[in-house]
């Protein structure tokens, strides 16, 4: 990409994102673009941190995971082994919640199937019950 700076609009459109979207990660400071008056300049650091910020919320993180992620990557200090291993650790703990989470709703859904078998045979029991019963014939 030859371009060096970017306003919202290109970016939203980039991304297919909505430049609310876009305002809401720079509330959160993720992004932090320089201004022209009222408009806003992205920085292909911005473009980056927004690509990052968008990637985890696809995998389902959580914004300050987010920030943790972005802000190690951010730090040319720290090594790349450091960001994997933390990046490897994140990923790792919101594996976890998510298995617990499937587990949790195919345990709600084998309920929900039991309940509504039970409800259904005793539907079939009373439909049964009635079409049995002596009917009673108006004079």
């Known amino acids: 990409m030859n371009q060096t700076t970017w306003t919202i609009s290109e970016l939203s459109q980039e991304f297919g994102v909505t ?3 876009i305002r809401f990660y720079e509330d959160q400071g993720i992004l ?4 022209e008056g009222r408009r806003r300049i992205y920085a292909p650091r911005d473009r980056t941190r927004l690509k990052l910020a968008l990637r985890g919320r696809r995998l389902g993180l959580q914004l300050a995971e987010i920030l943790s992620l972005i802000n190690l990557y951010d ?3 720290a ?16 594996r ?8 949790d709703l195919d345990e709600t859904l084998r309920e929900i199937s039991r309940q509504q078998a039970d409800c259904e045979a005793l539907l079939r029991a ?11 014939f108006p004079d």
């Open 19 to 21: 430049p609310r979207t």
């Open 32 to 35: 932090s673009p320089a201004r």
């Open 75 to 77: 730090h040319s200090g």
């Open 79 to 94: 090594s790349s082994t450091k960001q994997l291993r933390h990046y490897a650790e994140v990923l790792s703990s919101h």
């Open 96 to 103: 976890e919640k998510l298995e617990q989470q499937r587990r």
């Open 126 to 136: 009373r439909e049964a019950a009635r079409s049995t019963a002596p009917q009673d």
